[in-house]
């Protein structure tokens, strides 16, 4: 009959977790025996229970494994722990020397702000001109580049705000004109009045005859 898997968890019955902790303890203590005979090994259990009772195998002397163990183990360990502290160490001077750099730099930013100069000597306060004026070289450069950047800018716009009225202009006197010609021509429709076509005549002077029947006969 095959044997089911069993799920590696605590056992929550305390009467079949005594049981399996029994069983368990004795095969696990058997293999140990297996494990020294079989392949000529020194081998140690030790199994603490539940309640602290103490189980234990050993192939050879228990006082002299664990002697063996706690020699291999100091030198195991302490190799690890000196590389922790080697490493710890140098964290440690990696730290002191960016410590230093950084207070280093803030003195000299202080420096060049016009601070803590009593300290400084004529050589150092010449070096610190040099730079100051350096900088302040540099600086005047790109506020006149700035500068520069700025006024093309504002000719740019004032360039095509003159084209846009130049061309509303252009579009101003292309509606204007047909106005004015046509107001023109008016005009002189008016001054030339009724007479136009008949010169210096006028209308009262031209007589004419209207009669209702036969013609009269004219001797």
Not at 12 to 30: A, I, P
Not at 54 to 80: N, P, T, V
Not at 114 to 131: P, Y
């Amino acid at each position: 009959m095959v044997r089911g898997k069993i799920e590696i968890k605590r056992i929550e019955n305390v009467t079949s977790r005594q049981v399996t902790f029994s069983k368990r303890r004795k095969g696990l203590l058997k293999k140990a025996h297996e494990l020294s005979v079989l392949c000529d090994a020194q081998v140690a259990a030790i199994v603490f229970s539940q309640k602290g009772r103490l189980y234990d195998f050993a192939s050879s002397d228990m006082q002299k494994m664990m002697e063996r163990y706690d020699i291999h183990r100091s030198e195991y360990f302490g190799a690890e722990r000196l590389q922790k502290q080697q490493f710890v160490q140098e964290v440690k001077n990696e730290m002191a020397k960016t410590l230093d750099q950084i207070e280093l730099l803030q003195l000299h930013c202080r420096k060049l702000m016009g601070q803590d100069l009593d300290s400084c000597s004529v050589e150092e306060l010449k070096e610190i001109t040099i730079k100051l004026e350096k900088s302040l070289t540099i600086v005047r450069s790109r506020k006149a580049k700035l500068n520069e950047d700025t006024i093309e800018k504002l000719k740019a716009e004032i360039s095509g705000e003159k084209e846009v009225l130049n061309e509303t202009s252009s579009l101003q006197q292309m509606f204007e004109e047909p106005t004015l010609w046509m107001h023109s021509r008016s005009l002189e429709s008016e001054m030339s009045g009724p007479s136009c076509g008949y010169g210096n005549m006028n209308i009262s002077d031209v007589k004419t005859e209207l009669s209702i029947g036969l013609p009269e006969s004219r001797e």
